[in-house]
């Protein structure tokens, strides 16, 4: 009788200590992905038939900045040209740049007014 108990004993530790690293494995992969995403502020770009909110988007050199892109109406993509970003549709993307003037255009074929979909990134 005795012996069945410390069978059913070392058993539920056993659970324990599977479950307690289950746990732990979870949380190590989330903090991974976290420090992926650290960046120091957000810069949103709305996309609207046929053009970007702003002319130019200003952001900070040598720093991880979230870039996210907002299709207001139609489908838009971003390309930062010579740079090898691209963000399609509604996504984020934490990019980090040195300092200089890029070009932005949209990267989806959206209709008549897409070559006009230009717009700059100033990073300084
Ligand atoms: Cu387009």
């Not at 012996?3 to 903090?31: E, P, W």
């Not at 991974?32 to 130019?56: C, G, L, M, P, R």
């Not at 010579?82 to 255009?105: F, W």
Request: proline share 2%; glycine share 8%; net charge neutral.
């Amino acid at each position: 009788m005795q012996r069945k108990i410390a069978y059913f004993l070392t058993l539920a530790a056993l659970v324990l200590v599977l479950s307690a690293c289950g746990g732990n494995d979870t949380k190590s992969g989330n903090n991974s992905s976290a420090s992926e995403e650290t960046y120091s502020q957000e810069v949103v770009i709305k996309a609207s038939n046929w053009e970007f909110d702003q002319k130019e988007y200003a952001l900070p050199k040598d720093t991880p900045v979230k870039l996210t892109l907002e299709n207001l109406s139609g489908a838009h993509g971003i390309e930062v040209v010579g740079q090898d970003i691209a963000i399609r549709g509604n996504k984020s993307k934490v990019i980090t740049l040195p300092a200089g003037t890029y070009e932005v255009r949209c990267s989806i074929m959206c209709g008549q007014g897409h070559s006009d979909m230009i717009a700059k990134i100033v990073v300084s």
